[in-house]
């Protein structure tokens, strides 16, 4: 199922580069616009973000539930269905990095350091404000608790990266088309997508892209800050933030500069193998049992309570928390979508569609799930055994959650030196692959670009993230980038038609291929079934003349 697609060329020479100048103009012009706006209007923009914030999630939160349920059936259809075998590239196509190497990628670029933020501050958080049990038993409430963390930071959000991945993987290595969020939606609008339409799409992608990317720059660098007070004594502050910030978009630029197979890979690999180092200590270290022992319940729990939980829009509770929590994760992870799901396409060339599900989907989920046992887990025990240290450090700052954390264990110094440089890898990898994608929407899908492109993102990256630390401006634009997940999902579920579309035409191509190369194959057969049969009938008539012409010789002989 390789099947090339006539397009007309997008990008140009520009000063060096090699972008789509519309593109590229109104994303640059976009963004200054709302980084200024934001800026010089505060306090107005920070009204009417929240107004807005409001609007979409009481009238849309709905159609965020609906949507996000809609993904896993869908990606499951397409793991399980007629389509499980199709290899992205073609039936020859061959993986580009190994397994291992491959889900190191694909998992830090996707899960970031919200695993590492958020493993004990949410848990910790829905325990003191729970969604559904209060005034239960303390016990079913910190079940609850990691319940639905488990539904924030599990299949849900894999399944919007695998819908955007696997599109526009399959678009752009078996259709041959640019690697830009435009292909995707061929099927549907055809050739309008080399036009404003498909400019449109990519603009949105573009600063979705920037602006979830310096939020959680802008997050990060706090918990990174807090663990630089932890482990040197260096004081939280603006100064020292804007510094991380610096120093974290160097590394990104000089791993953006050497590309994906150099860079990224080798930062993807150290963020797995630091994150199974904390893992390891602090499962030896700690409550070894009680976290496998919770991990085993706390799936089970999860499990029995999943269409309750994704189903649930406090319809008849007249409450908030679901607006304000569950619909805000749909947000951002759609709102991040674009960005993990290019990078993603980019490095899934030779999966089958049923192999790239199933790695994407549940392997993430199930390996987040057991960090957020052993670390949200351990705190809700610690808990409910009287401890209230984590609830302060929760309610002060939850970037200092982790660190207090590992106070509790031995070799504290250590845990808190690991989870600093995890917490730099994951947002150094995160920028990195940032740069990497926006340079290829920006640039008409290129996969081959000017080394200096990747740069200009990175530093773009780095630069709105410091001057909306400086101006105050992070809490708006995590509400912008939460709003702009609603137009996103109605593209989410147009992919799902336009890959349907796509992926049936060519199968059905490809069937019909099949049944006249078999009707050609059987009729061959046949011809050669009909040519034996002559054959063996001519030998028959020709052994009879011989035996005939040989008697009658005999019978004149002997007369």
């Given at each position: 199922?390789s099947?090339?697609?006539?397009?007309?060329?997008?990008?140009?020479?520009?000063l060096?580069?090699?972008?789509n100048k519309?593109?590229?103009?109104?994303?640059?012009?976009?963004?200054?616009a709302?980084?200024?706006?934001?800026l010089l209007?505060?306090?107005?923009?920070?009204?009417?973000?929240?107004?807005?914030?409001?609007?979409?999630?009481?009238?849309?939160?709905?159609m965020?539930?609906?949507?996000v349920?809609?993904?896993i059936?869908?990606?499951?259809?397409?793991?399980f269905?007629?389509?499980?075998?199709?290899?992205?590239g073609?039936?020859?196509?061959?993986?580009?990095?190994s397994?291992?190497?491959?889900?190191a990628?694909?998992?830090?670029?996707?899960i970031?350091?919200?695993?590492?933020?958020?493993s004990?501050?949410?848990?910790?958080r829905?325990?003191?404000?729970?969604?559904?049990l209060?005034?239960e038993?303390?016990?079913?409430?910190?079940?609850?608790?990691?319940?639905?963390s488990?539904?924030?930071?599990?299949?849900?959000?894999?399944?919007?990266?695998?819908?955007?991945?696997?599109?526009?993987?399959?678009?752009?290595?078996n259709?041959?088309m640019?690697?830009?969020?435009?292909?995707?939606?061929?099927?549907?609008?055809?050739?309008?997508?080399?036009g404003?339409m498909?400019?449109?799409?990519?603009v949105?992608?573009?600063?979705?892209?920037?602006f979830?990317?310096?939020?959680?720059?802008?997050?990060?660098?706090?918990?990174?800050?807090?663990?630089?007070?932890?482990?040197?004594?260096?004081?939280?502050?603006?100064?020292?933030?804007?510094?991380?910030?610096?120093?974290?978009?160097?590394?990104?630029?000089?791993?953006a500069?050497?590309?994906?197979?150099?860079?990224?890979?080798?930062l993807?690999?150290?963020?797995?193998?630091?994150?199974?180092?904390?893992?390891?200590?602090?499962v030896?270290?700690?409550?070894?049992?009680?976290?496998?022992?919770?991990?085993?319940?706390?799936?089970?729990?999860?499990?029995?309570?999943?269409?309750?939980?994704s189903?649930?829009?406090?319809?008849?509770?007249?409450?908030n928390w679901?607006?304000?929590?569950?619909?805000?994760?749909?947000?951002?992870?759609?709102?991040?979508?674009?960005?993990v799901?290019?990078?993603?396409a980019r490095i899934?060339?030779?999966r089958t569609?049923?192999?790239?599900?199933?790695?994407?989907?549940?392997?993430?989920?199930?390996?987040?799930?057991l960090?957020?046992?052993?670390?949200?887990?351990?705190?809700?025990?610690?808990?409910?055994?009287g401890?209230?240290?984590?609830?302060?450090?929760v309610?002060?700052?939850?970037?200092?959650?982790?660190?207090?954390?590992?106070?509790?264990?031995?070799?504290?110094?250590?845990?808190?030196?690991?989870?600093?440089?995890?917490?730099?890898s994951?947002?150094?990898?995160s920028?990195?692959?940032?740069?990497?994608?926006?340079?290829?929407?920006?640039?008409?899908?290129?996969?081959?670009?000017?080394?200096?492109?990747?740069?200009?993102?990175?530093?773009?990256i780095?630069v709105?993230?410091?001057?909306?630390?400086?101006?105050?401006?992070?809490?708006?634009?995590?509400?912008?980038?939460?709003?702009?997940?609603?137009?996103?999902?109605?593209?989410?579920?147009?992919?799902?038609?336009?890959?349907?579309k796509g992926?049936?035409?060519?199968?059905?191509?490809?069937?019909?291929?099949?049944?006249?190369?078999?009707?050609?194959?059987?009729?061959?057969?046949?011809?050669?079934l009909?040519n034996?049969?002559?054959?063996?009938?001519?030998?028959?008539?020709?052994?009879?003349?011989?035996?005939?012409n040989?008697?009658?010789?005999?019978?004149?002989?002997?007369?």
């Open positions: 199922m099947i090339k697609v006539t397009r007309r060329e997008s990008a140009s020479k520009f060096g580069l090699l972008v519309t593109v590229f103009f109104a994303a640059m012009s976009i963004l200054i709302i980084v200024g706006f934001t209007f505060e306090e107005k923009a920070s009204y009417y973000y929240n107004l807005a914030q409001t609007a979409v999630s009481a009238h849309g939160g709905w965020y539930t609906l949507a349920n809609l993904f059936v869908f990606c499951l259809y397409m793991a269905g007629k389509f499980g075998s199709v290899r992205i073609g039936s020859k196509a061959k993986p580009e990095f397994l291992w190497a491959w889900f990628m694909l998992f830090s670029a996707g970031g350091n919200g695993l590492v933020l958020f004990i501050a949410d848990p910790v829905d325990f003191l404000n729970p969604p559904r209060a005034g038993n303390p016990a079913l409430i910190a079940q609850e608790a990691i319940n639905f488990f539904l924030h930071h599990g299949i849900y959000g894999w399944a919007i990266y695998s819908v955007v991945g696997l599109a526009l993987a399959y678009f752009t290595f259709r041959k640019p690697l830009t969020l435009r292909s995707i939606f061929y099927p549907v609008l055809g050739n309008r997508i080399y404003w498909g400019d449109v799409i990519d949105m992608a573009v600063i979705t892209t920037l979830g990317l310096a939020t959680t720059i802008g997050f990060g660098v706090g918990q990174i800050n807090s663990g630089f007070t932890h482990v040197f004594g260096i004081p939280s502050s603006l100064f020292y933030q804007i510094l991380i910030i610096v120093g974290v978009t160097l590394a990104a630029t000089l791993s500069f050497s590309g994906v197979n150099k860079g990224v890979q080798m993807s690999k150290l963020n797995v193998r630091v994150a199974s180092a904390i893992f390891i200590l602090v030896v270290l700690g409550p070894t049992t009680f976290i496998f022992k919770s991990y085993i319940q706390n799936l089970g729990s999860y499990l029995t309570n999943f269409i309750d939980m189903t649930w829009t406090e319809s008849l509770q007249g409450t679901q607006k304000t929590r569950t619909i805000m994760y749909w947000g951002w992870w759609i709102s991040w979508s674009p960005f799901g290019t990078f993603i899934s060339k030779g569609i049923k192999e790239f599900i199933l790695c994407v989907l549940i392997l993430p989920a199930l390996v987040t799930f960090w957020f046992s052993a670390f949200g887990g351990t705190t809700m025990r610690d808990i409910l055994l401890d209230t240290a984590m609830i302060a450090a309610n002060d700052n939850i970037s200092t959650a982790l660190y207090v954390f590992f106070d509790k264990f031995p070799l504290a110094m250590l845990l808190k030196v690991l989870g600093v440089v995890l917490i730099c994951f947002i150094i990898t920028a990195d692959s940032g740069a990497l994608v926006v340079d290829s929407i920006t640039s008409g899908g290129k996969l081959k670009t000017p080394a200096f492109q990747r740069v200009i993102w990175a530093v773009a780095g709105i993230a410091s001057v909306l630390m400086y101006g105050g401006g992070l809490n708006a634009l995590q509400t912008v980038v939460t709003i702009s997940g609603l137009p996103f999902a109605f593209m989410l579920v147009m992919m799902c038609a336009s890959l349907y992926l049936n035409e060519d199968y059905e191509k490809t069937r019909r291929k099949e049944q006249l190369l078999e009707k050609e194959s059987y009729r061959k057969n046949i011809i050669e009909i034996k049969e002559r054959d063996k009938k001519n030998r028959e008539r020709l052994e009879v003349d011989n035996t005939q040989q008697d009658d010789h005999e019978s004149t002989i002997k007369s």
